[in-house]
């Protein structure tokens, strides 16, 4: 199971931090990722972070957005900062546990201009 929280609207240049709770499998054996939804678009991914930590980034946000994980909270996590309108989206935390890839209910990013 997955749960993200901390969506919102804020202006341009802003910042949040989203995080997605994770239950039902072995959190610190898996990479977990973030995708994004915008409006009238498919889903696009946005970041990946390892078992042991090691990240990488679409290219558009690279430099703005970090994704980390607790593996003691079971907790995933994507600090966004300087943000832009067109990373408005429904944000989405993602597993694949064996041939089933895992989404949550996602949490709205709203960037005004």
């Known amino acids: 199971h997955l749960e993200e929280f901390g969506g919102g609207t804020v202006h341009e240049g802003g910042s949040l931090t989203l995080s997605c709770a994770a239950s039902g499998f072995d959190f610190s054996s898996e990479e977990m990722k973030w995708l994004r939804q915008a409006p009238r678009k498919g889903p696009m991914w946005v970041a990946v972070?390892?078992?042991?930590?090691?990240?990488n980034y679409e290219d558009s946000v690279k430099g703005r957005f970090t994704i980390s994980r607790d593996n003691a909270q079971n907790r995933l996590y994507l600090q966004m900062n300087n943000l832009k309108p067109e990373d408005t989206a429904v944000y989405y935390c993602?597993?694949?546990?064996?041939?089933?890839?895992?989404w949550g209910q996602g949490t709205p990013v709203t960037v005004s201009s």
């Open positions: 972070i390892s078992p042991d930590g090691e990240t």
């Open positions: 993602n597993v694949r546990l064996g041939s089933t890839v895992h």
